[in-house]
């Protein structure tokens, strides 16, 4: 495991304390949510009854493979705690998500949990949202017309860049397409001085489905180190 990796673990194993017997658990994306599914899966071969609610296809697929029971959100009303990754976290416990491009289903299963336990290496923790760019989840549809009115967005609420690209991958450079059959856009922000502004500028874009600015959904920040982790809670 490389360094980063290592951190990531730390921050997952951590995390396992928060999971009690009983629970519905929301399982993150991304490769620290990953090693959390894969510890939650030990747990549960140890005897620990929980119910997972997957953020993606990928973590459907993982909570299967290591064994983790699995509930249909359409079946629950709510959901104890969710465990998930971050590209970015601030002192405020406000987040960038959706680099693994599952932002949507993640933002729904975090709105629905009691707590949210945000999982990442250290490097994660950053002064100032924006360095990492952020994902918005828009439709197919006229997403070239929607690009440029999220630029005036981050214009408008005083971001220090505007550039905003389709997310593509593969040889063929192909638009990447989510579980929920949309496209995402990676927005250039560099710095967000008002991530609330932006928040409500990008809601009154008409095709737009999500963003990946996540405010007021985190509780406790479990920050991954070579050794161990940090518990920072709000
Ligand atoms: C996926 C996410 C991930 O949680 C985020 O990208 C962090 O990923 P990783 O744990 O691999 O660093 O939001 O949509």
């Not at 921050?11 to 999971?19: F, K, P, S």
Request: some cysteine.
């Amino acid at each position: 495991m490389t360094d980063a990796d290592i951190a990531k673990y730390n921050a997952a194993q951590a995390a396992l304390e928060y999971v009690k017997d009983g629970m519905v658990v929301g399982l993150g994306t991304g490769s620290t949510a990953a090693h959390f599914v894969r510890l939650l899966g030990e747990r549960v071969r140890q005897g620990l009854r929980v119910k997972g609610v997957p953020t993606s296809e990928a973590t459907r697929n993982l909570a299967e493979q290591v064994g983790v029971p699995l509930v249909d959100i359409s079946q629950i009303n709510a959901i104890d705690i969710d465990v998930d990754g971050a590209d970015e976290i601030d002192a405020a416990f406000r987040l960038i998500k959706g680099g693994g491009g599952a932002l949507l289903r993640e933002k729904i299963v975090a709105a629905a949990s009691a707590r949210m336990i945000v999982i990442a290496d250290e490097s994660k923790w950053v002064e100032t949202l924006g360095a990492f760019p952020l994902p918005i989840e828009v439709t197919r549809f006229g997403f070239a017309l929607t690009r440029e009115r999220v630029r005036s967005a981050l214009r408008q609420t005083g971001c220090a860049g505007d550039e905003v690209n389709l997310r593509v991958s593969g040889k063929a450079n192909e638009p990447v397409i989510t579980d929920g059959g949309n496209y995402i856009l990676d927005a250039h922000a560099g710095r967000i001085p008002d991530a609330e502004a932006l928040d409500a500028a990008l809601k009154q874009v008409a095709g737009v489905v999500e963003h990946g600015l996540f405010i007021g959904l985190a509780h406790v920040v479990v920050l991954g180190k070579a050794k161990g982790a940090e518990v920072r809670s709000r």
